[in-house]
Each structure stands twice: as structure tokens, then as C-alpha cells.
């Protein structure tokens, strides 16, 4: 079974050891997840010396992998080409400004298209920076910079970073981290639209590659199609995120009940109670990893308070991880298995409410 090691400057990696593993080796998922696998007589804390070995190998593969995995789902081209110019002349600027203000002292700035994090510093303290840094406010923006200016002196996220990030934000580190990952306050919910369909369907092509790039079967047969797209909207159970008026996210809940939760495997659901049940949720490329997808269950949360209904129902495929881990984060819990109609199994899961 695999298992999450956190790493002091790599956060979470996936540890697969393995009888069929013949060597030590280390792999970065287009997501930036860091795999270990290594053989079943290998002790872990081998392994684990080889990780510190790499780990600066495994920061610079993140960077590549994350540049070469963007697509521009959300910019086209040129919108990107003119993020990057705007961002080569303003951020660089920025940490001189901020390093000379607070004492600190870097190496190299360099802008690069990354999306699974605004920026890192590497152990020769060199700050790297994602050119859509440049779309947040300007005192988030001051606020990455800081973050990876504090690295410099502190490569983790200790007490002592901490403490230091907040005195050189004025002690506002906790608020504008809140900011920072609750772009929640700037997202617009609402019921998708006919008009909404081709971007919706973007963002389908975006998740079935991301399935794809992880190894998960999952919606690759098609799955969903234009038309149950158009249906949960003509039902009125479509729902988009809107993010400064782009469509970066979309799902679909429904009060009516799900035919394929009436038989369940492998354990039974909590009760018989009325209850929701969502599907679909898809989050962009460029907003993935920032909150988006709690947003929605919280969402959900708010549209059962006002029905009066006091339980959710969600599946989602065994090897997506990730949402599984979010799912249980926000308070879900596995019930047992549910077969769909294509005949696929998909893990069931299940919120009570307190209302």
C-alpha cells in the first residue's frame, strides 16, 4: 500500500515500495506529485536518503514538468506570451525592491509558466516565479515575494519562516495567506447556461487529460458528453465558477436522488435520508490545487441548508487520490462501492450536515 512521506522542502511524496521494483527511483507527475519507489527489501530510510540526494533534482523537475503540461486552457497564446513579458518586467524589479527593504540577499529571478504554485526558491537560494503571479492583486503579488525571499533564510516551513513572514508582512501573514488561497472571494457561482456549454466542455478535455497524465481510467471512454452536459442544464443542476468572468470550474448537484446509489457494495450508506448528490466536478488547469473544488462542496453545503436536506452523496474513482484526500479533508466518509451504468465501479462516500 502506498503511503505519503512529508518531505521538509518537497511537501507530500507518494512511497511505493514494491516486490516488483528493482531499483530506487523517483518520478514527478505532471500534477508536480513526487512518486518513491523502490524495491520491497530496500529500507525505507534508504529510500529516503536517496530523496534528500534528489531533492533539488525533484524541484527542478517540477518546474519543467508544470511549464510543459500548460495547455492555456483559460489564455490563448498571446494573452500568455504578454503575461510573460509583463511579468519579466515587473516581478524581478519587485524582489530587489523587497530584499533591499527587508536585508535580504538571493541569486537568480527567473519567470517561468508554472501552475501548480506561484513560486519556490532553490537551496542556492535562486526564486522562481510563475508568470500569472502578475494576474493577482499587487500586495499578494508583494506577499509570494516575500514568501520565497524568507526561503533564503529559512528552506521549510518552520516556525522561525513563519515568524519571519509575518513580521516583514506586518503581521499579516495569516490574512493574506487567507487571500492567497481564498481566491474563494472572488469566485462567482451560478447556474450554467447554454452558452456555457463550450466552455464547460473545455474544461471536460482538461480533466480526461489530467485522468490520463495520473493513470486513472477514468472518463476516457468519452465520458461526459455534450449532451449530459446540456441535459444537467436544461435540469438546472449545472452549476459554473466564474473567476474575473472566465469559466474556471463547473458541477452538477441534484436533489432527485441517484439511481445507481440504490445498491451499494462493500458496506451501506448511513441512511435513507433525502440527500443530495454531486457530479462532474471539473476545476481548470490554471485554478487546479488553489481551493476551487472545496469552494464547490461548501457551495453544495449552502444549497442543502436551504432545502432543509442534511445529507450528501458523491463517487469518485478509487485511484483519484487527490479527491479522495479532499473528500476527506471536508468530512467525507467511505461508505462502499456503487456500479454505474457503463458497469465501472466508483468509490462511495458520504456527509452528514449539522444544521
Known sequence: MDKIYRHPRLGDVVLRQRWTTSRISLSVKPSGEVRLSYPRLVATTKALRFLD??????????????????????YSAEQIEALRKRAKATLPAMVERLARRHGFSYGRVTIRATRSKWGCCTSQNNISLSLFLVTLPEHLQEFVVLHELCHTVHHNHSAAFHELLD????????ELNRQLKGIAKNLRFRRGEMGDVDAVMTLVAD??????????????????????????????????VEYDGVVVATFAVAFDGEPTYATIERGEWPNENDYAVVHRIMVSDTMRRKGVA???????????????VR?????????????????????????????????????????????
Request: aromatic share 8%; glycine share 8%; with cysteine.
Open 207 to 240: 480533466a480526461q487529460n489530467w485522468f490520463r497524465s495520473q493513470g486513472i481510467d477514468q472518463w476516457q471512454d468519452g465520458y461526459p458528453t455534450r449532451s449530459i452536459i446540456e441535459n444537467d442544464i436544461s435540469r438546472g443542476c449545472n452549476y459554473v
Open 294 to 308: 472545496r469552494e464547490i462542496l461548501s457551495f453544495v453545503e449552502r444549497l442543502c441548508e436551504e432545502r432543509g
Open 53 to 74: 540526494e534528489k531533492a533539488e533534482w525533484v524541484l527542478q523537475m517540477r518546474e519543467r514538468v508544470a511549464e510543459r503540461a500548460m495547455q492555456g486552457a483559460d
Open 167 to 174: 513580521r516583514v508582512t506586518g503581521g499579516r501573514e495569516k
Open 311 to 355: 445529507d450528501i452523496r458523491i463517487d469518485t474513482h478509487r485511484d483519484n487520490r487527490a479527491m479522495l484526500a479532499m473528500l476527506k479533508k471536508c468530512g467525507y466518509s467511505r461508505c462502499g462501492r456503487i456500479t454505474l451504468q457503463s458497469g465501472a465501479k466508483r468509490e462511495a462516500l458520504h456527509k452528514g450536515l449539522l444544521f
